[in-house]
């Protein structure tokens, strides 16, 4: 009996986790993708900087072409940036699987002994000194017996206390497990956007050149064509919303109250709101609705804040005005516009939160240049009147007093 006790003591005492060996290999594959995630991360950097060099340069197709290129190449870096760190993070999660298999196989192998040892201890217990005795042993073994049992005590006490850090360590492990797969799932869905967006962007060059047929000439003709159909149409707009009564902006938040969040990751506003030196030379109301930010064809538009969508217009419409837009109405009195978009991701009626995407840019309707037009309504006094293009289609045009024209940027965060 005195060998099975010390045999039980010496195995408890000595039960100790054991984690796979292959942590080191999975590890070394991490660090092989962080590698590669940093250097993407400034091949992208690099071709953005050029991205907004070009977008600077004269507007010629040349440029334009090259400015769809260099926004191809992007995105198709971004996308292989999104599958690296996919890769890295289903590694991450199969090492956290492996870590809580272990443990869990851990605390089941210690549960057992601890069951093991408990009911070998009742036995001992439950032994009189007397029948110990009558059965040939001695006095002193006895006693040998009882110190072993009192260390037998105190490690299955140890073994309690290791199984309870086990069971913390397989909490954390899965609560880890689960954030991971969050940020996976998170990463899917901006593969698939980007992916989106690399369509988008091929299409639309696609679309130049066949428009073009590659020539200078016809390319220059196309603009001057948009800008004059939209001074006819910012004409017409200017000349209904001086025509509607005063709107009460006393519902709504106070300017710099900040409560939009930009409707872009990287904002970089190319034409401020209303009366500016550009907008007397590029209006003819010598006054700018919104505000107008570089995005290149197929970047992602974000609602500004949570909300309703109130309207929105796409399809063949998309050739005249503000091309393709959306606008969401919001709790606090305000709306929302976001224009000249080469893709709408959201219909009429539903609901979406702030920061989700509405659409895609691009530089459908009456833009020379693919970016972002955004503007801030009193929602209250925000209407819609039909507008026919030049085109020949009647479409739907946001309008709104003068004065329920808002400025973005007395609404939106500080940069």
């Not at 679309?207 to 948009?226: D, G």
């Not at 050739?319 to 516009?337: R, S």
Request: hydrophobic share 40%; proline share 2%; net charge neutral.
């Amino acid at each position: 009996m005195r060998t099975l006790c010390a045999a039980l003591l010496v195995f408890v005492l000595l039960l100790v986790p054991v984690y796979s060996e292959a942590n080191d290999a999975i590890q070394e594959q991490i660090n092989k993708n962080s590698a590669q995630i940093a250097e993407l991360q400034k091949e992208i950097a690099k071709l953005q900087t050029e991205l907004n060099a070009t977008s600077q340069q004269k507007q010629t197709l040349q440029s334009t072409v090259a400015s769809y290129n260099l926004n191809i190449q992007k995105t198709t870096k971004s996308i292989s940036l999104t599958n690296t760190q996919i890769s890295q993070k289903d590694t991450e999660i199969g090492r956290l699987s492996g870590s809580i298999s272990t443990t869990a196989n851990n605390i089941d192998g210690v549960k057992g002994q601890i069951a093991n040892s408990l009911r070998q201890l009742d036995m001992l217990e439950q032994e009189p000194m007397a029948v110990m005795l009558l059965g040939g042993g001695t006095l002193s073994s006895f006693f040998d017996e009882a110190t072993a049992l009192a260390a037998l005590r105190l490690g299955l006490q140890d073994r309690v206390v290791a199984l309870s850090d086990l069971k913390t360590d397989l909490t954390v492990s899965k609560d880890v497990a689960e954030d991971k797969r969050d940020e996976l799932a998170r990463l899917q869905q901006k593969l698939a956007q980007e992916k989106q967006s690399l369509a988008v962007a091929r299409d639309e060059q696609n679309k130049l050149l066949q428009q073009t047929k590659n020539k200078e000439s016809n390319y220059q003709a196309l603009i001057a064509q948009k800008q004059a159909e939209q001074a006819a149409f910012e004409r017409v707009l200017f000349e209904l919303a001086s025509q509607l009564k005063s709107a009460d902006a006393t519902n709504i938040p106070q300017a710099g109250s900040g409560v939009l969040r930009w409707p872009l990751d990287a904002p970089f506003i190319t034409q401020q709101f209303g009366k500016t030196i550009d907008a007397g030379r590029l209006y003819t109301s010598g006054t700018h609705d919104g505000i107008d930010m570089r995005a290149s064809v197929g970047t992602p538009v974000r609602a500004a804040l949570s909300g309703t969508v109130f309207e929105v217009n796409q399809g063949a419409v998309a050739a005249c005005q503000y091309g393709k837009w959306v606008i969401v109405k919001h709790a606090n009195g305000l709306a929302t516009l976001y224009a000249h978009l080469s893709t709408i991701n959201v219909q009429k009626g539903q609901t979406v939160t702030t920061g989700q995407v509405v659409g895609l840019a691009g530089n459908t309707g009456y833009a020379t240049g693919p970016h972002l037009h955004f503007t801030v309504y009193l929602a209250e006094a925000l209407s819609l009147k039909q507008y026919t293009c030049k085109s020949g289609y009647t479409v739907t045009v946001p309008i709104a007093p003068l004065n329920a024209y808002l400025n973005p940027v007395s609404y939106l965060t500080r940069l």
